[in-house]
């Protein structure tokens, strides 16, 4: 009888309680390096903050015109802040897969080494993202007033176009970069575009032939006839 | 005048684009800011190449308004100080220059005014203040031929603009173009004003829009950035409104 609670119930606790005993010190280095990683993030976070508010980095921003860029975008946060607190959630993400590395375990060791490789991908995305916003801002408000300017009614709506044209080439290079279904995007992107050029192409060609000829005419004869008693070029 | 010119060349302008449409401004707000003694003489008609400076009505005010502008930001501490301002002397005799008429397509400058109040809303709003924004706006419901931006209007929005220019409200290039269909509707309210009078009486009118200029300056300084103002100065030269024919030398 003792040696069936032997090898029955206190066995398989014991061999339960060496495992954990294996497995304790890496979930302590583990607590460790989070609590460092926090701690970490925590000053490298401030400090940069700080350094960036002593050298004026958000003066330096407003003169470049970037506050009001971000407060268009509806970022109300200061772009020292806003370094700040990237560099402290940078610097926890590394903590944590260093954190799940200390475990030592073949499973989330793999995980934490694809997360790793996965970073620069995500990383590069949200440029692209942020980027592409901020170009397809510039350039549909340069496109607003360029219409404006000639006088084309439908400003607006170019405008409007040309940002959401930009807006879903970055987004479509965005997810392109994250590997999610890489070959619909491309193929879907590439039908749509397509798809908008000949259309544009057709409707152009099918209305407003006589506004090209126009033009051309204009642009490769000098002045046409509905300039003439106006002495004032409005663009 | 050589000493001048050689700043001038040692700043570069002359290769720059203020040397084709913002040389006039540029010359004379840095002949007044260098201290050297300014001077005026009536020197005949200024006549402008047909195909320049009107061919690209937004170029030439991105030029213009942006030299004006950074004339503006380089002298702040001269202006901002000053009050009221006096004659520049005169050399020479004046006389009176005669003017060839100019066809102008009014009703199309309105229509362009009013496609910017529609679809430039959101930039303007950046730029103008609500109240200059409001009385814009008002404008809108009225018809072409009253269709009229007044003087003081028309102060308030440069005056704006070029606050907005300061702070980098939004890009500059973006600023200076989006001002167009304000400038075309203002010279639509010119030309309503001064059709069928005289050359003297039209400068009459540039004249009182100058006195108005120089009476809203505290408009200007107040909403102009914070720099400390220091006690009065002597007052600077008097513009005098001579376009056709008056010469800075």
Same mark, same amino acid.
């Given at each position: 009888m003792n040696e069936f609670i032997n090898q029955a119930l206190l066995g398989p606790l014991a061999l339960l309680g060496h495992q954990v005993l294996a497995v304790l010190p890496n979930v302590l280095a583990m607590g460790i390096i989070l609590l460092g990683g926090l701690f970490t993030a925590w000053a490298f976070g401030s400090f940069a903050e700080r350094l960036f508010r002593i050298i004026r980095f958000d003066h330096f921003c407003d003169r470049l015109g970037m506050n009001a860029a971000l407060l268009r975008g509806g970022?109300?946060?200061?772009p020292s802040r806003i370094i700040g607190r990237s560099i402290y959630w940078t610097v926890i993400m590394l903590a944590s897969i260093a954190a799940l590395g200390a475990l030592n375990l073949t499973p989330i060791n793999q995980f934490a080494q694809s997360l790793l490789a996965y970073v620069p991908h995500l990383v590069t995305a949200v440029v692209i993202l942020l980027a592409g916003y901020f170009l397809s801002n510039f350039v549909s408000q340069a496109v607003l007033i360029a219409a404006v300017n000639a006088g084309l009614p439908p400003a607006r709506l170019i405008a409007a176009c040309s940002r959401w044209g930009i807006q879903v080439l970055a987004g479509a290079m965005a997810l392109e970069q994250l590997g999610i279904a890489q070959h619909i995007v491309v193929v879907g992107f590439g039908i749509t575009w397509g798809g908008i050029v000949l259309a544009g192409a057709i409707a152009f060609g099918l209305g407003a032939a006589d506004t090209a000829k126009e033009f051309l005419q204009r642009r490769l004869m000098g002045r046409s006839k509905s300039s003439t008693g106006d002495d004032l070029h409005h663009w | 005048m050589s000493d001048f010119y050689q700043n001038g060349v040692n700043q570069h302008v002359? &290769?720059? &684009?203020v040397a084709r449409f913002g040389i006039d401004i540029w010359m004379t707000t840095e002949a007044i800011a260098s201290g050297g003694r300014v001077c005026q003489s009536f020197l005949g008609a200024k006549i402008h190449? +047909?195909? !320049? +400076? =009107? =061919? !690209?009505l937004s170029a030439m005010l991105t030029h213009v308004m942006g030299a004006l502008f950074a004339l503006m930001e380089q002298h702040e501490g001269l202006w901002s100080r000053q009050e009221g301002s006096q004659p520049v002397p005169l050399i020479g005799f004046p006389y009176e220059v005669g003017v060839e008429p100019v066809h102008v397509n009014v009703e199309r400058m309105v229509s362009h005014y009013r496609q910017g109040l529609t679809d430039l809303e959101p930039i303007w709003r950046q730029i103008l203040a609500d109240d200059t924004f409001t009385q814009l706006r008002d404008l809108q419901r009225t018809s072409v031929a009253d269709c009229h931006i007044p003087d003081e209007l028309w102060v308030q929005v440069v005056y704006d603009a070029a606050t907005a220019h300061r702070k980098r409200i939004i890009r500059r290039d973006h600023l200076l173009k989006a001002l167009t269909p304000l400038y075309l509707g203002r010279t639509a309210s010119f030309v309503h004003a001064t059709q069928g009078l005289t050359s003297t009486e039209a400068e009459q009118k540039i004249e009182a829009l100058c006195h108005t200029f120089e009476r809203m300056k505290p408009y200007l300084v107040e909403r102009w950035q914070p720099p400390v103002l220091q006690p009065v100065a002597p007052a600077l030269l008097h513009h005098t409104s001579t376009d056709t024919g008056g010469a800075h030398e």
């Open positions: 970022v109300k946060t200061d | 002359w &290769e720059t &684009e190449n +047909p195909k !320049d +400076p =009107a =061919a !690209d």
